[in-house]
T-cell receptor, first 112, second 111 residues
Framework: DAGITQSPRHKVTETGTPVTLRCHQTENHRYMYWYRQDPGHGLRLIHYSYGVKDTDKGEVSDGYSVSRSKTEDFLLTLESATSSQTSVYFC???????????FGDGTRLSIL | KNEVEQSPQNLTAQEGEFITINCSYS?????LHWLQQHPGGGIVSLFM???GKKKHGRLIATINIQEKHSSLHITASHPRDSAVYIC?????????????FGKGTKLSVKP
């Protein structure tokens, strides 16, 4: 949908290792978001971007960093993964805030 | 208390039934979204509304801003409607489109 590709789609890694998830979009949308989805919590915002090099924290940003060096790519990095970061991660984008968000297919991340 | 509450959490219906899912929120908003998440995990935006009512096929979404409440209705339900339906709001007054999500309503429609 809206040309959003998340990679990888699945990853299993060990505690303490760095992990980077990539969200790539082809629609030239200005706004990009990273969410995590957990049972009992629903979707929660991690970080978002409102333009190249413009990012801000969301509700659950501790332990995560992001970068957006070009419009089409929004990277989410776990510097030292912990088991509590096991989750399904979704990227979303939209052109303007008064338009619906388009979601990627998600990345299932397991940290052992 | 969560800022966005949905009811019911789980709903089982027979094919053909009329279904209503409710969403209440406690913050001022600029818009409300209804999303659908299929068993495969993909999330699709169904509606974005800030007043009144919207209709798309068998789906109808309504919002009452004064009562801080929205409903999603499905007419003539079908097994392919089985999914998790998620209500999300954009907090009013902000310049970003950050969504606050409800925990979702899991709908199962039996043939």
């Amino acid at each position: 949908d809206a040309g959003i590709t998340q990679s990888p789609r699945h990853k299993v890694t060990e505690t303490g290792t760095p992990v980077t998830l990539r969200c790539h979009q082809t629609e030239n949308h200005r706004y990009m978001y990273w969410y995590r989805q957990d049972p009992g919590h629903g979707l929660r915002l991690i970080h978002y971007s409102y333009g190249v090099k413009d990012t801000d924290k969301g509700e659950v940003s501790d332990g995560y960093s992001v970068s957006r060096s070009k419009t089409e790519d929004f990277l989410l990095t776990l510097e030292s993964a912990t088991s509590s970061q096991t989750s399904v991660y979704f990227c979303a984008t939209h052109r303007e805030v008064n338009q619906p968000q388009h979601f990627g297919d998600g990345t299932r991340l397991s940290i052992l | 208390k969560n800022e966005v509450e949905q009811s019911p959490q789980n709903l089982t219906a027979q094919e053909g039934e009329f279904i209503t899912i409710n969403c209440s929120y406690s913050v001022g908003i600029s818009a409300l979204h209804w999303l659908q998440q299929h068993p495969g995990g993909g999330i699709v935006s169904l509606f974005m509304l800030s007043s009144g009512k919207k209709k798309h096929g068998r789906l109808i979404a309504t919002i009452n801003i004064q009562e801080k409440h929205s409903s999603l209705h499905i007419t003539a339900s079908h097994p392919r409607d089985s999914a998790v339906y998620i209500c999300a709001v954009i907090r009013g007054g902000g310049s970003q489109g950050n969504l606050i999500f409800g925990k979702g309503t899991k709908l199962s429609v039996k043939p």
